[in-house]
């Protein structure tokens, strides 16, 4: 079974400022979406990133982007020029190719990000 | 363009008491439908998930289950509240790649 691990809790990052949030997962198959979601105080689960497992070239969204390591089944996200409205609980999350499981997401535990102004 | 909604958004239900949570998708046909239920604010842990009008996967036994009465509807529903069922509903469905998730519903059981 597939598994994601997010395993910092909590982080801070001062206003304007960079931060990296980290994710590992375990799969044993070869194509597989990853994803970032973003999750304000209002609870509204919000895509932010996603990756193509067959993809080398990390993604990027405007200041988010990822460092995806497949060898090392690791998939970061870093947030360059943090801001306020960044802070949320970010979930890393993972989804197999084949929809013969109905196409579920696996979740991490979470990461909340707190901005100091 | 494509609009989850959920109803109620707030909901506080005596032990014992039924319950049924509302989704219903608009913009989209035969969309995958999923309920995920989110604990002290953690990890999000999915329920049930729907490939079509009948059809209802269960990922974790409970006391809790789940109907598509309609192609874009979805209902979560239980017949006996447990403490336990406390929590944030969410309610989604599938895009091409990722999911799509509703603004959820905070449920408490007192």
């Known amino acids: 079974a597939q598994t994601v691990t997010q395993s910092q809790p909590e982080m801070s990052v001062q206003e304007a400022e960079t931060v990296t949030l980290s994710c590992t997962y375990d799969t044993s198959e070869s194509d597989y979406y990853l994803f970032w979601y973003k999750q304000p105080p209002s609870r509204q689960m919000i895509l932010v990133i996603r990756q193509e497992a067959y993809k080398q070239q990390n993604a990027t969204e405007n200041r988010f982007s990822v460092n995806f390591q497949k060898a090392a089944k690791s998939f970061s996200l870093k947030i360059s020029d943090s801001q306020l409205g960044d802070a949320a609980m970010y979930f890393c999350?993972?989804?197999?190719?084949?929809?013969?499981?109905?196409?579920?997401?696996?979740f991490g535990q979470g990461t909340e990000l707190s901005v100091k102004p | 363009s494509q609009t989850i909604h959920q109803w109620p958004a707030t909901l506080v239900q005596p032990v014992g008491s039924p319950l049924s949570l509302e989704c219903t998708v608009e913009g989209t046909s035969n969309p995958n439908l999923y309920w995920y239920r989110q604990a002290a604010g953690r990890g999000l842990q999915l329920l049930f998930y729907?490939?079509?009008?009948?059809?209802i996967s269960s990922e974790v036994p409970q006391n809790l289950s789940a109907s598509r009465p309609q192609d874009r509807q979805f209902i979560l529903s239980s017949k006996k509240l447990l403490l336990s069922d406390s929590g944030f509903y969410l309610c989604?469905?599938?895009?091409?790649?990722?999911?799509?998730f509703g603004p959820g519903t905070r449920l408490t059981v007192t």
């Open positions: 989604a469905w599938r895009g091409t790649y990722e999911q799509y």
């Open positions: 999350a993972y989804r197999r190719v084949l929809y013969n499981q109905g196409g579920k997401l696996i």
């Open positions: 729907s490939v079509g009008i009948g059809q």
